[in-house]
Every structure is written in C-alpha cells, then in structure tokens.
C-alpha cells in the first residue's frame, strides 16, 4: 500500500477535520444517554444530545494516534463475556438499560451473542442491503472516487482505509433501527470445529475498534471534513443528497431506513501503530500490543465472500483460526418493531445463552451486517541491541517468575499437607498466615524499586551480552550382533547462538514491489562444529571418527492458540527449545514446546488441584489471575509444521550423503591408550526459497509463491514462531538435534 498512502497521507491530514474526541464527546454522542422511544410513534420528537460531561465508570480507551474523528475502543468480546449492566450469559438476560449512559456499550460488548439476521431467509433480512467499497481518496459530496479493490493490497500501520457504503431498503416500508454504526475492527476467532457450516465463532477477541463518528448514526452531526461547517443540529436532515449519484446522506431523526432509497455513508480510518494498553493490561507485554498480522480465513468471511475460499492463502494457520481486520457496518434493533410490519421473527440461536433486552424486556437484534475485509501485515518494529537485550531479559524475568509463584504455591501446600499428617495445627495457622503475606509482598513488590533487583538484571544482561554457543553431545556407541555395546565417546556439536532474520516476502498477488531486496535474507549460513575424544589403543588400529551419515535442516512453522485466557508470558526460543540431552532418536523429537513448556505447567496445575481438593478453599487460597494464567498455558493448542530445506551447501559445495567430512585428529596425551580429540567444522547454507513439506516431492517453483509465511508475532491469545531443526545422523541411526531460532520480519 505504499504507492497509496504516500499519495493520501498529505490529503488525509489536510482535509478530514482534526478532531480528536474526548471521552466527554463520546458519551455526549454515542455513549449518551438518551431515552430511547419504546414506540414508532414517539420517534418523531427525540430529545436533544446532552453534552454535559457524564462520566461512567467504565470508561473506554480513546485513541490519540492521528488526526482522525474516529474513537479506538479495545475489549475482549467473548461467548463468555459479561454485560456491563445485567448478568452474564448463564442468566436468563443481559439488561441493556436505556436510562444509563452504558446503554449502547453493553450491546457492543455483547454484539456476538445477539441473534443475527443476516444470513436468515426472511423478508426483513432481505429486503435491507449493504455494499461496502473503497476508495483511494477521502469520499467527498460531489467528487467522482477512484474506486480500489482491497483484496489486491496488503495495509500496515498507518495507511488509510477510505471508502463509503451504500444501504438500501427493497421493501415498501420503513425500517427503524436503535443502533447504526461503521467500524474497523480486529478480530482473532476460532470457529466450531464440530459443525462446520456455524459461523458462530466458539471464541472471539475484539483487540481491535475504531468507529466513525460521521459515517455511524448519531443524534448529533460531526463535520467530517474541514470545510464542512453544517449546524449539528439542522444539518441531519433525510432530504440531502449527493448530486453525483442521488444517494441520500443522512437517516433523517426517525432512525429509519426509508423503503425505495439509496443511502450514502462515507468512512476514513487510518491504522494505528499500536493497540491500546488496555488490551494487555493484566500483563502488561509489550508484544501483546503490536498489531498482529492477518492469518487464517473466518467462517464470516467466507460466508460473505464465498469466492475468497477458492483463493486462500496457504499461511500455515491452524484450522478454523483466523486474525482478521475489516471495515464492518452493522444495523441493531428491538425485535418488536420489526414484527409488527414484517411477521414473527425467528432468529437461529446457536450458542445465544441469553437475551439481550431492554429495560422492559424487548430483545435486540442484529438486522444486518457486513464486513468487507482487508489484509493487513504490521511493520515489524526494529529494536536496537540495547533494547533486544533488555526483552530477552524481561521474558526471561516474567517466565521464571510464573514458575516461580506456582512452585511456591506447590512448596506451602506440601508444607501444609505435612503439618496436617503430624497434627501440627499451629504451624498450618502460621503458612496460611504466610500464603496471605506473600500475596500481599507480591502487590508491593509490583510497585516498588528494588536496588538488588536491578542489580539481577545487570548480571543477567552481562550473561546474556556473552557470545554463546548452541551445543547438544550425542552418545557414539559401536554396536555388535551379540548385543554387546562398546561406548566410544561423547560427539559435540555445536553452533553460535544466534537469531536468524528474514525478510517476509507477501504473496504474488500483494507484491507491488520487487522482492530483490528480500531475497538475499533468504539465503542462510551458519558454522558448524563437531569435536569427540576418543581412545587411539594402538598404531594398528587408530582412532576413528564416526561417520556422518546425513545433514538435514528443516523451517518449522510453529503455531499456537489460547480457547480459555490471555496468556501471561512471552516466549523466547531459548528458554523453549534445546533442553533434551537424549534426544536421539530419529523418528521421535522430544525437544518439543509441549514437553518443555506445556507438561511441566500441567504437572504443577495437577499437583494445586490435588492440594485444593485436600486442603479445601478455605485453607488453601490461589489468586484467581495465577490460576488463569496456568490454565492458559495449560490449555494451550499448538500446531507445528516442518518444511523440509532442499538443498544444502557444505563449504560453499552441494552436499549430499556421499560427501565425507574432513577430520583433525590430534593427540592429547602421550599413554599406551592415546587419549586423541577429532574436529570438523564447516559452514553450513541453506537457501529458504527451496523448502517443501516433509514427505512431498521437491518443487521448481521457489517456495514463498507456494505458501506464505507470515511474520513472527505474539499476542494474548496467538503466537507463531519459526526455527531451524539441524538434524545430524550418525552410521548407527543415532541423530542430534539442534534448534536455530529464525525471525520473520516484515521491513
């Protein structure tokens, strides 16, 4: 999108109005609380926006980035989640309560639990019809747009979405409306893998919500454009139209859509850098707030854009799990009122625990909407040296320390468990005295600086500002057909720790640019070096070195997911991978995320819910957020996918099996049995644009035409990760592993 924004950039800034609205703007407009007519009759006199400052007290994050009339609201909006003003989705209803100034935020915060109309074959369904388009300008009365296809472009941090939506009603009556509203939206789903035509997704986090204020229906008007100058209260009238093509600009106060009209509502966003703190802020990790990229195909789009299926980018994601951005419009409305003219409504209610109603009952629906996606692929952020070593630091922190509280936990329950066998109450009051205290030192320790703690990093960073080595030793062993094994030493392998970056490479469709510069990143080289001592027993039989039977480097694709809580750590290649000393079997890897990382926290949630039971609640008390952020670990999905690297280069030469080693043997003391060390080393290329999946034939086409591999991210509830699997086997079937963390960037 390059080409795009830098033409718009200057147009953008220069004619949208610089508004920046504040919260008080927000609850006087689509926040206020306005009474909202219980009748078709009592439409005709709504009451004025009151524009005193009537704060609420859940108050939503207003985003200041840009220049733009547009409010940036990040929530988690979930099957499970609450309303603002009524019960949760176990109760018989969630209250949207007309009187409050909440009102319009806890039908937003419930949106995907309200029956939806708009894939059901009803006349009222039918007869409301939404097109969404772009263009490359901002939309202006009068002017002829350059219009744009979205599916061609991938969109980062910055550029501008502008485009309108036409609405038209096909019916022969009215239509009203409670709620209408233009947003861009980020949204990470996963769809229900039991029945694939629901497209109720089982789990949906919002991270992601700009509304337009202009372009979404208020009781007031917003001057869209800076010479733009309408009275807000005159200016809403159902009569003005475009001249270019007829389309009718506003509703009109009745909020309804009007049979035999075509309506006109023109949008701006610009994307932002970042997501709101709110996003992450029981963790507070600063990946967590990077925009994700796109990855997977929603069940929403598809059904929207069925055609999009038959194009699906091959990105690896794991099924039915999707991040998607989009412009969306959306008409909400009291069910009443639409059955007086058009019949009973009979929504499908999948997975609908609860009505949303309102104060008297009347249940709100989804009449219509339409989102018309985009795909956007963030710009990496480039970190200095300094400040990667500080993340790595901070990971490392945050890691050992969720272990560290669980452990603790683990340590006061056994002590506890012990006391109870030796019936030693007094010393069961004194831990549960205890427990409570490390609660409250853990609070404090959030806020407070600690000389000794800082004093822990710096040695840390020293430590990690260290140049090391990846090295994993593999067992030589001579085997015989008496079953006697003679052990003939230790084999060391080792490589420089080191990350691996590459550039990402979109697919052919997206590219608008030539990929000339990305390529070389492609092309990776790392030294190898592999060092065994051994016995030379005498000058008739020396020392031999073993033989390297093959050399093979796979890309693995690892991708993982959260169904239940955010999570609250980050990972880091080392503190994941490398950590199985044994791990020689050919056909069975054990140096895995799920035996590193996923067991070892399910072993120790086995062990507090065991504690729990025995101790009961009342003795035994876990913070509710330590145990979400264990089940979220525990709990976690992962997919891994390993593309095998076609070509190797040793030495700068092809190398195959048949391509021997040169050893160095040197003596390393002068006895009957000479004890002798063997080296090699070598430099290692592999060429990344010749990868294809484990088990399938090799291909001439390079492989990011084939599939695409998306930058590297990780967020609350998504993760994807690459490395290098350098696999070396011996003569004797007997492999060692080693794990290169590899970096997908996009520049």
Known sequence: MDELSNDRTKSFEETLGTILPSYSMYTSTIGMGVNVPQSLESRDLPPPPDYLDSRSESEPSIYSGGNTATVVSSSTSTLSGNGRNGGGTNSAMIVADESTNTWEETILDNVHQIPNMTFEDHEISKAVQIEIYYTKDIGEINKVPEMIDPSLYEYKQGDLLNGYIIIRNTSNKPIPFEMFYLSFEGN?????????????????????????????????????????????????????????????????????????????????????????DSQCDEHNLSSHLELPPTIGLSRWEIAHFPEREKNKIFDFSIIDTSISYGVMARFIGRKSTWEKDFGKLEPSRERCNAKLVNSKGDEYIILKELTNYVRVIPKTKTLTESEKLMKKVETKLLFENLQNRINEKIDVANRMLKSIEENNFESITNLSFELSQQELETAKLKQQYKREACSSIIDMKMNLKKKENYQVCLPVVKRSFTGINKHLGVLRITTPKQEHHVCYIPPQRFCTTAIDKSLPSWQLSFPVHLSMEGVATSNDKPFKPPTIKDIQVELAVHTMRSMTHSLAVEFDHDSIYNKKPNNTKPFLDTDTFKQNVIKPFQGQSTELYHSLKTLGSGNFKIEKQLVQDLKAICHLEEKSINLVVEELKVNGKKYTSKVGLFWSITPTSETRNTLVTATTSFDLSIDLTKLSLKGSSPSSVPSYKRFNLVPSFQSCFMARFYFLTLTITLSQNDCARIKIPVIIEKQ
């Open 188 to 276: 990470y789903m996963i769809a229900n893998q039991q029945h694939h035509t629901d497209r109720v997704p089982v789990k949906i986090n919002k991270f992601l919500e700009m509304f337009d204020f202009s372009g979404s229906w208020n009781d007031a008007h917003i001057n869209r454009l800076v010479n733009e100058f309408e009275n807000p209260y005159q200016c809403c009238r159902q009569n003005h139209i475009d001249p270019l093509d007829g389309c009718y600009l506003y509703f009109g106060l009745k909020r309804e859509i009007l049979p035999e009209r075509v309506y006109k509502r023109f949008f701006s966003f610009k994307i932002p850098g970042n997501l709101l």
